[in-house]
Every structure is written in C-alpha cells, then in structure tokens.
C-alpha cells in the first residue's frame, strides 16, 4: 500500500532515520498502520457502524472480528507514532541526529515549560507525517 521510496523520505524528513532499501521495520509500522485507517475510514465497512450496541460485545464473540481488527490497528497505529520517535530521540540524545523535522523540533524544546508535553506533541505531529500520504 505505502511506495517503499513516499515512505522512506517521509520517515527521513519526519525522523532522520535511515531507511534500509529492503524490509525496513519503519516502512513496514507504516503500512501497517494505514491499512488499518484505510479499513476504518471505509463508511459501512462494519457493521457496528449501523449497530452501535455491537461495541459492547466481547471481542470473542462470534461476528466481533471488528474488535480484534481495532484492538489490531490501534497496536499498530500507537507503534506509528512511537517508535521512530523514540529512535531518533535517541539519536538527538547521542548528538548524532541529522536533520529532521524531530531533530530540530527536540533541540528547541523550552525548558521553562512542560517538556513532556512538547515532546508528546513533537511525537504526535511527526507520526502525522503519514496520513497526508
């Protein structure tokens, strides 16, 4: 679904990881997670959509795949924003982060204020680097 190279200068611009040509675990978290916003975004892809109390039903239950697939995606959509942030904080913490859109952002916190929230901005916005996609 996501072009190996749109996927790659994105997590470049975003994060400043490198891509591997093949396989990458990033490009990979990607695909992954917009599979699962494709099949949300899909009006009347599930029926819980026209049955609200379907929500409520254990995810075991027969007919409550819809469950499994969100319990799924939303795994998958949290790695999305997660754990290439965290790589390339990693990095700007090494002092060896090229340029990125997390590199410069993580440089310019503002100590006087709640870095925890900047930072979870900064991981938020960067994970929605993919969506425009």
Not at 41 to 66: D, H, I, N, Q
Not at 81 to 110: H, N, R, T
């Amino acid at each position: 679904m996501l072009d190996s190279a749109i996927g790659a200068i994105t997590i470049t611009i975003a994060y400043g990881l490198e891509i591997q040509p093949k396989d990458d675990p990033y490009v990979k978290i990607a695909e992954e997670a917009l599979v699962g916003l494709a099949a949300g975004a899909a009006p009347g892809a599930f029926l819980v959509e026209s049955l609200p109390f379907l929500k409520y039903v254990p995810a075991w239950f027969p007919g409550a795949s819809f469950q499994r697939k969100a319990a799924y995606w939303r795994k998958c959509a949290t790695q999305l924003v997660e754990v290439p942030f965290e790589a390339a904080e990693k990095q700007v913490e090494a002092g060896i982060a090229p340029p990125s859109f997390v590199s410069s952002c993580l440089s310019d916190l503002d100590e006087a204020q709640d870095v925890e929230h900047q930072k979870r901005v900064i991981r938020d916005t960067a994970g929605n680097f993919f969506v425009g996609m």
